[in-house]
Structure formats: structure tokens, C-alpha cells
């Protein structure tokens, strides 16, 4: 429980910078890592089907997709920095982080 409560408020704090950041620049221009479209190309190829302008839990959450989730990260140790660490997101990319349109996953 402390490991994830510690997670959760690192997750938050970075919520907070990259929500300012993607508000404040067109996202089209932002780069958060040096190899950003390797890990979204490497995110269309794994999860070619995942809707995510609005999220299903189910989606991310469930046993068969922690199982795709896990081999998807581990492609990136060594090359992002806290490439595991949990994050916050929202499942209406059109609403702000608010509860009940968040989850830590």
C-alpha cells in the first residue's frame, strides 16, 4: 500500500506538468521523450484497437491486458527513465483530471 500510495503521488505531481504542458502546446509539437514515436509506433502496433480519446478500464485493468501491458513497458527499460512507474490517466481525454474521470494505471 505505501509503494502504490508513494506511486500515486508521483504519478499526480506529473500529472499536473504534462496536463499544463499539453494545455498550453499544440500536443503536435510537444516531445516528453527523445524516443517518442518509437513508443507510439511500438503502443499502434501492441494495442492496435485500443480507443483512446475515452478509455475502458477493462481495457487497461484486466488480466489479458496487464498481460499485454507488461512486454509493451519492458521494451522501454533502459531507454525512458521510469519506464514502469504507474501513471494517472484520463478516461475522457476531453474532461480535466477529476476523480471520477481518472484512473492510476
Avoid at 7 to 25: D, G, R, T
Avoid at 38 to 50: A, N, S, V
Avoid at 65 to 74: G, Q, V, Y
Wanted: charged content about 35%.
Amino acid at each position: 500500500p505505501r509503494v502504490e500510495l508513494a506511486w500515486a503521488m508521483k504519478a499526480h505531481q506529473h500529472a499536473q506538468v504534462y496536463f499544463n504542458l499539453i494545455s498550453s502546446v499544440d500536443p503536435k509539437f510537444l516531445s516528453l521523450t527523445k524516443v517518442d514515436d518509437q513508443i507510439y509506433e511500438e503502443f499502434r502496433k501492441t494495442f492496435r484497437d485500443l480507443k483512446i480519446d475515452v478509455l475502458d478500464p477493462e481495457e487497461l485493468k484486466s488480466e489479458p491486458a496487464k498481460a499485454k501491458w507488461r512486454p509493451f513497458c519492458l521494451r522501454f527499460e533502459g531507454v525512458v527513465e521510469d519506464f514502469n512507474y504507474g501513471t494517472l490517466l484520463r478516461l475522457d481525454s476531453r474532461r480535466e483530471y477529476t476523480e471520477e474521470n481518472t484512473i492510476f494505471g
